[in-house]
């Protein structure tokens, strides 16, 4: 790098002068994640990469949201996930959307060969114990899977769901 060092503060306000609205082309869908935490940095990635975030609406959600927001109320759009996951997951469907899930799973394309996103797309991310269920595995059009060499049986759902929300804007 040369030239004169820009401030963090001052880089932010030359690239973001404005909170952005409903992108509406990709849509993170944590819908069976649970932890505050985890729900905080994948808002936080959404902002970043220019997706909204789709979570169901329940007292749960909208509490741990609030708490895990750190973008302090500049948040990124949000679709409220009603009157139940599978119905929202067909209403997408038939509006065009495709089904991407993040999961370990046979058949499942590797990180590396994930495609940017060129119709409109829905990430989904499995709970933190239990993963996606098996019967939403079966009806997605893609599965991606993040490949790992280490001890560990999987990442963090916050980690893995950033990966590949950054591949599929095309920012990576
Ligand atoms: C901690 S993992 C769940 C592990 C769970 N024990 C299971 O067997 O499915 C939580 C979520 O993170 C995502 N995830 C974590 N590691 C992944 C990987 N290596 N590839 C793809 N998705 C991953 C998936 O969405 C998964 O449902």
Redesign the pocket.
């Known amino acids: 790098m040369s030239g004169s060092k820009s401030k963090p503060t001052e880089l932010r306000r030359q690239r973001r002068a404005r909170q952005h609205g409903c992108w509406g082309h990709l849509i993170v869908a944590p819908l069976w994640v649970a932890y505050d935490a985890n729900l905080g940095t994948l808002l936080r990635t959404c902002d970043a990469v220019g997706a909204c975030l789709a979570v169901p609406r329940t007292p749960h959600y909208k509490e741990a949201l609030a708490r895990g927001d750190t973008l302090r109320g500049r948040r990124p759009c949000i679709h409220w996930v009603a009157p139940s996951k599978e119905h929202w997951l067909d209403e997408q469907r038939a509006g065009g959307f495709r089904l991407v899930?993040?999961?370990?799973a046979d058949g499942a394309t590797p990180l590396s060969r994930l495609e940017p996103a060129r119709i409109p797309t829905v990430l989904l991310?499995?709970?933190?114990?239990?993963?996606?269920p098996d019967d939403v595995l079966t009806g997605v059009d893609e599965c991606?899977?993040?490949p790992?060499v280490g001890w560990g049986?999987?990442?963090?759902?916050a980690v893995?769901?950033s990966l590949v929300a950054y591949r599929l804007a095309g920012l990576s």
Do not use: R
């Open positions: 899930a993040v999961e370990l991310l499995g709970h933190e114990h239990n993963g996606v991606v899977e993040i790992m049986a999987s990442l963090n759902v893995a769901g």
